[in-house]
């Protein structure tokens, strides 16, 4: 048995980490320290926490380390950025095995990552699937130490050691994309990448930078803007690219919700899609087919990832898994997003 901190009581509400660190004017983290026996907090510290604590009446209590029947889905922040797609495909899934399936978010700038990952540990899951995760390397193999088996969705920062990894072909994605807007003739095309240090941003920027070169077309530094994966950051990439003295005649979002922000700069600056400007996505999430043109975007299957990360749980958990691995392939989806130049 293992011991874990419980929800206490005060004038008839329940009072959770949150609410001890608010009184004792402390972080959530340093309460879990606290509450958990651990030595590198402050002795001062240490004393305010606890006597929050014995005021409020709080106790521990006792956990089984029983494996549940549960998977924990562990992301940044759940939203349509493929959180739910990938979210109703691991539900399915895990019902074919009489698993249950949870959430966990780490924040977006991974500022809950410390609680969270111990809720997760203590409650000792069937295992941990990680999407667009912010979870180093250091809590993920707490999580293995515990014999927790963690698969990671498109890992953002190359294949983390020790973990199981399913991906796309991000670099064929876009390899795609360049393919189709130059075989309409494009020739200046903007693109609008996500952040730096995503792995599956870069490898969508070389797919389609090999697919210029294919068609003898360069793209200049200035049609080049990068941003988190949300529609807010495509809004305002797109309107610097619109606003250049040439702008572009065609736009590649690395990601759908990206390309919603597009859409949005191109109406304000008086553009019709495609007629205007050619526009195409990465994902194919839900709105992509009812935007209004429908949106050209690559399509990632998320039912299939879902698919794999069950399984390569279930098969870890049986002592029968043989890829630690695996690379799913793409597609691009034509809808009316995108054609020929003017002129």
Same mark, same amino acid.
């Given at each position: 048995?293992?011991?874990?901190?419980?929800?206490?009581?005060?004038?008839?509400?329940?009072?959770? #980490? %949150?609410?001890?660190?608010?009184?004792?004017?402390?972080?959530?983290?340093?309460?879990?320290?606290?509450?958990?026996?651990?030595?590198?907090?402050?002795?001062?510290?240490?004393?305010?926490?606890?006597?929050?604590?014995?005021?409020?009446?709080? /106790?521990?209590?006792?956990?089984?380390?029983?494996?549940?029947?549960?998977?924990?889905?562990?992301?940044?922040?759940?939203?349509?950025?493929?959180?739910?797609?990938?979210?109703?495909?691991?539900?399915?899934?895990?019902?074919?095995?009489?698993?249950?399936?949870?959430?966990?978010?780490?924040?977006?700038?991974?500022?809950?990552?410390?609680?969270?990952?111990?809720?997760?540990?203590?409650?000792?899951?069937?295992?941990? #699937?990680?999407?667009?995760?912010?979870?180093?390397?250091?809590?993920?193999?707490?999580?293995?130490?515990?014999?927790?088996?963690?698969?990671?969705?498109?890992?953002?920062?190359?294949?983390?050691?020790?973990?199981?990894?399913?991906?796309?072909?991000?670099?064929?994605?876009?390899?795609?994309?360049?393919?189709?807007?130059?075989?309409?003739?494009? %020739?200046?095309?903007?693109?609008?990448?996500?952040?730096?240090?995503?792995?599956?941003?870069?490898? /969508?920027?070389?797919?389609?930078?090999?697919?210029?070169?294919?068609?003898?077309?360069?793209?200049?530094?200035?049609?080049?803007?990068?941003?988190?994966?949300?529609?807010?950051?495509?809004?305002?990439?797109?309107?610097?690219?619109?606003?250049?003295?040439?702008?572009?005649?065609?736009?590649?979002?690395?990601?759908?919700?990206?390309?919603?922000?597009?859409?949005?700069?191109?109406?304000?600056?008086? $553009?019709?899609?495609?007629?205007?400007?050619?526009?195409?996505?990465?994902?194919?999430?839900?709105?992509?087919?009812? $935007?209004?043109?429908?949106?050209?975007?690559?399509?990632?299957?998320?039912?299939?990832?879902?698919?794999?990360?069950?399984?390569?749980? #279930?098969?870890?958990?049986?002592?029968?898994?043989?890829?630690?691995?695996? #690379?799913?392939?793409? /597609?691009?989806?034509? /809808?009316?997003?995108?054609?020929?130049?003017?002129?």
């Amino acid at each position: 048995m293992t011991t874990s901190s419980a929800p206490v009581r005060a004038n008839g509400r329940r009072l959770r #980490v %949150t609410d001890i660190a608010r009184l004792a004017g402390t972080s959530q983290s340093t309460v879990s320290k606290v509450i958990n026996g651990r030595a590198d907090v402050a002795e001062d510290t240490r004393r305010r926490v606890q006597a929050v604590l014995d005021e409020v009446g709080f /106790r521990k209590k006792l956990v089984t380390t029983k494996v549940s029947n549960r998977i924990e889905f562990v992301t940044r922040v759940f939203d349509a950025n493929g959180s739910f797609p990938l979210l109703q495909g691991l539900l399915h899934w895990a019902r074919q095995e009489s698993l249950d399936v949870g959430i966990t978010e780490l924040g977006r700038e991974g500022e809950y990552a410390a609680d969270a990952i111990t809720h997760v540990i203590d409650g000792n899951p069937y295992g941990v #699937v990680m999407q667009l995760s912010s979870a180093s390397e250091k809590d993920r193999g707490a999580l293995r130490s515990r014999g927790i088996p963690v698969v990671v969705i498109d890992p953002v920062n190359g294949n983390p050691s020790g973990d199981l990894t399913v991906s796309i072909d991000n670099w064929t994605g876009g390899l795609l994309a360049a393919r189709h807007l130059t075989g309409l003739g494009h %020739t200046r095309i903007g693109i609008i990448a996500g952040p730096e240090s995503a792995l599956s941003s870069t490898a /969508r920027i070389a797919g389609f930078e090999q697919g210029l070169r294919e068609a003898g077309v360069t793209m200049p530094d200035e049609l080049r803007r990068s941003g988190d994966f949300d529609a807010t950051e495509g809004y305002r990439t797109a309107n610097e690219l619109l606003t250049l003295n040439d702008p572009p005649t065609a736009m590649f979002a690395l990601n759908d919700l990206m390309a919603v922000g597009v859409y949005k700069a191109a109406a304000e600056h008086g $553009l019709r899609i495609p007629d205007d400007l050619s526009v195409v996505g990465f994902d194919d999430i839900f709105p992509a087919a009812y $935007l209004g043109p429908g949106l050209t975007t690559v399509n990632q299957s998320f039912d299939d990832m879902a698919r794999k990360a069950i399984d390569m749980i #279930v098969r870890t958990r049986r002592g029968t898994l043989t890829d630690t691995s695996v #690379v799913l392939p793409v /597609r691009l989806t034509v /809808r009316q997003s995108t054609t020929a130049p003017r002129g």
